[in-house]
T-cell receptor, first 114, second 111 residues
Framework: EPEVTQTPSHQVTQMGQEVILRCVPI?????FYWYRQILGQKVEFLVS????????KSEIFDDQFSVERPDGSNFTLKIRSTKLEDSAMYFC????????????FGPGTRLTVL | AQSVSQHNHHVILSEAASLELGCNYS??????LFWYVQYPGQHLQLLLK??????LVKGIKGFEAEFIKSKFSFNLRKPSVQWSDTAEYFC?????????FGTGTRLKVLA
């Protein structure tokens, strides 16, 4: 069964550094999302992306964040200058064209900012 | 505003006990509801979902949930829990382009 994949599984970075988290959505899906989960807290929506545009973003998704679909398969989340509070698990998700009501989640990337 | 409330933050049960986890939502549009489970150190796994039709939804691992529109609720149930059900459970409602998650319920099942 097709799955959303994410790399790396764990990323450690220094405060102020840029990080790029990568996701490969399910191949025929057209809607893409990023969520984050700070340790011990709930899953929070960051951004949704469709047709090469951001559809919706949360207040968390400030100018330090950006998303890109650089080719036909990858979907990336970039954090320009990481802060300690960016430490979290980041989940990518995707939805198919004919059922954007359902999102399929990847295994997550644990980001640790030191 | 769209929101999801899970009132039970921590639940401890003995094996074979029955489980019911509460979920209430606030959303004005067409309701799509989900329950996810997150085992320690693992990612989100879909337990069950409600889009329309029969309000009693059966999912994986013996879980079920009932959508009660008049109460804005979507409670998760399992008649007899196992030690392996120890995990965190999240209720979610689909918003326009996103899921809105509840704060989660940590379930610990004692062997």
């Amino acid at each position: 069964e097709p799955e959303v994949t994410q790399t790396p599984s764990h990323q450690v970075t220094q405060m102020g550094q840029e990080v790029i988290l990568r996701c490969v959505p399910i191949s025929n899906h057209l809607y893409f999302y990023w969520y984050r989960q700070i340790l011990g807290q709930k899953v929070e929506f960051l951004v949704s992306f469709y047709n090469n545009e951001i559809s919706e973003k949360s207040e968390i998704f400030d100018d330090q964040f950006s998303v890109e679909r650089p080719d036909g398969s990858n979907f990336t989340l970039k954090i320009r200058s990481t802060k300690l509070e960016d430490s979290a698990m980041y989940f990518c998700a995707s939805s198919p064209r004919d059922n954007y009501n359902e999102q399929f989640f990847g295994p997550g990337t644990r980001l640790t900012v030191l | 505003a769209q929101s999801v409330s899970q009132h039970n933050h921590h639940v401890i049960l003995s094996e074979a006990a029955s489980l019911e986890l509460g979920c209430n939502y606030s959303y004005g549009g067409t309701v799509n509801l989900f329950w996810y489970v997150q085992y320690p150190g693992q990612h989100l796994q879909l337990l069950l979902k409600y889009f329309s039709g029969d309000p009693l939804v059966k999912g994986i691992k013996g879980f079920e949930a009932e959508f009660i529109k008049s109460k804005f609720s979507f409670n998760l149930r399992k008649p007899s829990v196992q030690w392996s059900d120890t995990a965190e459970y999240f209720c979610a409602v689909r918003g326009t382009y996103k899921y809105i998650f509840g704060t989660g319920t940590r379930l610990k099942v004692l062997a």
